[in-house]
């Protein structure tokens, strides 16, 4: 093993951790979901990104290490990416139109 290796410099991109199992999967997902939702709609990986975060909802949720309180929580949102996956559209969950509780200003000062 070479010096700079043991030391912590070089051999070891910025980016790279060693996380427990349970963790990798959580920052795999997440990355997921951030890749989903800030693709173009036109991305052809979306529906494959989709596919892909209720795999690894569906495995966490049933993780011996996590919470039973978690495990709800996941299962949940695993529900919700299948019916977006089910509808076939691009349309991420946070940008469903929802009322507004008060009238936007027609401007900003």
Same mark, same amino acid.
């Given at each position: ?6 030391? *912590?410099? *070089? &051999?070891?991109? $910025? $980016? ?6 349970? =963790? ?10 951030? &890749?989903? %939702?800030?693709?173009? $709609? ?11 975060? #209720? ?5 966490? %949720?049933?993780?011996?290490? #996590? ?17 977006? %996956? =089910?509808? &076939? ?16 200003? =027609?401007?900003?000062?």
């Amino acid at each position: 093993m070479n010096s700079s290796t043991q030391s *912590g410099q *070089g &051999g070891h991109d $910025e $980016e790279e951790y060693l996380l427990p199992s349970t =963790e990798a999967l959580m920052a795999g997902t997440f990355a997921l979901m951030t &890749g989903y %939702a800030q693709s173009a $709609e036109s991305c052809p990986n979306r529906q494959l990104m989709v596919r892909k975060l #209720i795999s690894n909802l569906f495995f966490l %949720a049933n993780h011996p290490d #996590i919470t039973p309180q978690m495990r709800t929580m996941l299962s949940n949102l695993r529900t919700r990416w299948q019916l977006v %996956a =089910e509808s &076939g559209k691009s349309d991420t969950l946070a940008r469903q139109q929802t009322p507004l509780w008060h009238q936007a200003p =027609e401007s900003v000062h």
